[in-house]
């Protein structure tokens, strides 16, 4: 129902920085939250930020003071602006949507209904 396109991943050295992309398209009307997830090889999905439609933020510890998740309602983009990057942070980075009206926002996966198809981000030693 929702179109997401990711954008922004690159290659970088730790302690760098780069500002992750995701434009929404199709029926945005009833998205409530967003949210930025990432998977690393081997490992399970995890979430790293959310937004609500009243800007409230939540972050997972690991990226607490480093990332900083936004959006421009003008633009319908979804903005990851990621600072001090560590090696830890190499994963493939999704953005998705979802419409429960009772949740503000929320780091479950499970809540979200619209996936991108992913930007990989690297962050070499």
């Known amino acids: 129902q929702v179109h997401l396109v990711e954008s922004g991943g690159d290659s970088v050295q730790a302690g760098g920085s780069l500002r992750l992309s995701c434009a929404a398209s199709?029926?945005?009307?009833?998205?409530?939250?967003w949210g930025w997830f990432r998977q690393a090889p081997g490992k399970e999905r995890e979430g790293v930020a959310t937004?609500?439609?009243?800007?409230?933020?939540t972050y997972a510890t690991s990226v607490k003071g480093r990332f900083t998740i936004s959006r421009d309602n003008a633009k319908n983009t979804l903005y990851l602006q990621m600072n001090s990057l560590k090696p830890e942070d190499t994963a493939m980075y999704y953005c998705?949507?979802?419409?429960?009206?009772?949740?503000?926002?929320?780091?479950?996966?499970?809540?979200?209904?619209?996936w991108g198809q992913g930007t990989q981000v690297t962050v070499s030693s």
């Open positions: 937004i609500g439609r009243y800007s409230s933020t």
């Open positions: 199709g029926n945005t009307y009833s998205t409530r939250y």
């Open positions: 998705a949507a979802g419409g429960n009206g009772a949740i503000l926002s929320t780091l479950a996966q499970e809540e979200y209904n619209d």
